[in-house]
């Protein structure tokens, strides 16, 4: 009985995902990014921004595949109603608890989609007066692009699907896949 009751409530073998980015492809690509963000902070000390909930699960490993000094400090951010979206205003939820004038930034998200979050937010952080601030997203929904993000470090473009996993979600579920997939029926 516990057998196929465990079964059943599968998450991972869910039918109404469709796997769009394996656990394997995922752990490469990190590996190159880290190895790319290594070479070019070498001697330097950034401060890593997780953007809260999403973007742990691609901050923690991306961390782990850079080799130089790095520190790490998260935010949330959550977007207006509906009707003030279109402005690009974003909610500051959990700031930062260190000041971040003269650092090396490199915020980490977890996806751009229209980059009204992004855009308010690495203005917002330049404006703290940061030596430099970058972006590394694990993946890119260009398609739906609204404002111009400059992406320095991206795991992947993806077309124009819901996808979940791997810390993406839909009303806070999924977020435990460790590989992206397409949510095919949202709502059944
Ligand atoms: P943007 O401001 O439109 O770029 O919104 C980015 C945010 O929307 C991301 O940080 C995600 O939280 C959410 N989002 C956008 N597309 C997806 C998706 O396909 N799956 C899950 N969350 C998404
Ligand atoms: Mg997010």
Redesign the pocket.
């Known amino acids: 009985m516990a057998t196929s009751s465990a079964h059943i409530t599968s998450e991972f073998s869910n039918p109404n995902l469709e796997i769009l980015i394996s656990e394997q492809q995922i752990r490469d690509r990190i590996k190159e990014l880290g190895a790319q963000i290594t070479t070019d902070y070498a001697g330097r000390n950034p401060l890593f921004i997780g953007v809260l909930k ?1 973007a742990c699960f691609f901050l923690s490993d991306l961390m782990r595949a850079v080799d130089t000094r790095v520190s790490v400090e998260f935010m949330a951010i959550s977007s207006y109603g509906s009707s003030t979206r279109t402005s690009g205003e974003v909610r500051i939820m959990k700031d930062l608890d260190v000041p971040i004038e003269g650092r090396d930034i490199l915020v980490v ?10 855009s308010y937010l690495l203005a917002n952080l330049q404006s703290r007066g940061a030596a430099s601030v970058k972006l590394a997203a694990l993946l890119d ?1 260009y398609e739906r692009r609204e404002r111009e993000v400059k992406i320095d470090y991206l795991g992947f473009q993806i077309p124009d699907e ?3 996993g791997y810390g ?2 839909f009303a806070e579920r999924y977020r435990n896949l460790p590989f992206i997939a397409v949510l095919k029926n949202p709502n059944s």
Do not use: N, R, S
């Open positions: 999403g998200e977890d996806i751009v989609d229209t980059g009204l979050t992004l929904k819901f996808v979940v993406l979600d």
